[in-house]
């Protein structure tokens, strides 16, 4: 079936450490992934991308990792700040447009 | 200038009431998306858009009811309403219907049923 998971519902971190949050997938079709950050009330943010003939894709303080061997995408935050508390979203998008995603982390940074 | 706006931004209503949840995109993508978040914030996709021609559509009860006026709109209508229906609902839309680039979200509609 569809399915995206995430290894963990929450990440405490201290603030200026920097945050992986992982994410593995079921679908090998999938060809495009999306990383969302969604904070209190509002909808989800798009982070980052990354498609699937990349293995790493940089972005400003954010990279995200895809392995496809073992269909695992991370992302990491460098130098984690209180502004990056959030719920984190993994999403793929298959062919037909349909983003599945995956349950969230919550990411918690301590001052 | 907000993207993706939705209204009304909280809805509390009645069982067995209908109801709509409107969306309008000042973006000029031609493809928009209804999601559904519940409480455990997992977000599951019920319909989507393109320039007004539905393309998906999950396993939805026939209560609900996309409506996509123009490529810019698109609005969920809700029959008889029932408690689980109660979630945060939220529209989204992309410039191309693989959806590549990315989503813009809505900020959500909280529907509560009581």
């Known amino acids: 079936g569809e399915s995206v998971g995430l290894h963990l519902p929450t990440l405490s971190v201290q603030e200026g450490d920097n945050s992986i949050i992982n994410c593995a997938y079921s679908n090998s079709a999938s060809d495009y992934f999306i990383w969302y950050k969604q904070e209190s009330g509002k909808g989800p943010q798009f982070i980052i991308d990354i498609r699937s003939n990349m293995d790493k894709r940089q972005g400003q303080r954010v990279t995200v990792l895809l392995n496809k061997t073992v269909k695992h995408l991370s992302l990491q935050i460098a130098a984690t700040q209180p502004g990056d508390s959030a719920v984190y979203f993994c999403a793929e998008n298959i062919y037909t447009g349909k983003l599945i995603f995956g349950q969230g982390t919550t990411l918690q940074v301590k001052p | 200038d907000t993207a993706v706006s939705q209204t009304p931004k909280y809805l509390v209503t009645q069982m067995g009431n209908d109801k709509s949840i409107k969306c309008e995109q000042n973006l000029g993508h031609d493809t928009m998306y209804w999601y559904k978040q519940d409480s455990k914030k997992f977000l599951k996709i019920m319909f989507s858009?393109?320039?007004?021609?539905?393309?998906i559509n999950e396993t939805v009860p026939n209560r609900f009811s996309p409506k996509s006026p123009d490529k810019a709109h698109l609005n969920l209508h809700i029959n008889s309403l029932e408690l689980g229906d109660s979630a945060v609902y939220f529209c989204?839309?992309?410039?191309?219907?693989?959806?590549?680039?990315?989503?813009?979200f809505g900020s959500g509609t909280r529907l509560t049923v009581v």
């Open positions: 989204a839309s992309s410039q191309e219907a693989q959806g590549t680039g990315g989503y813009t």
């Open positions: 858009y393109n320039n007004k021609e539905l393309i």
